[in-house]
């Protein structure tokens, strides 16, 4: 009877720490995806901002929008953002 117990408070403490374990992976993944879906966003919008600067009349909100962009993409490309 006293092995049981002890087996089964084993695989009561197993069953919690691998719980936990999993919820703690889920969550980094869901972060990580969210941080690749801000950085997309960011170079994207990069994109269309110096695609609007290439012309030579580029007009002082396409410029301003284009300034913001390129300091949201630095902060993007850190490693550590």
Sequence with gaps: MNGGLIASVYTLAVSVIVAAV??????????????????????????VAFAQMTDEHATEVERIRFNTATNAMYLAGTPRF
């Design 22 to 47: 999993s919820y703690w992976f889920t969550k980094t993944e869901d972060q990580d995806a969210d941080l690749r879906k801000l950085r997309f966003d960011f170079y994207r919008e990069f994109v």
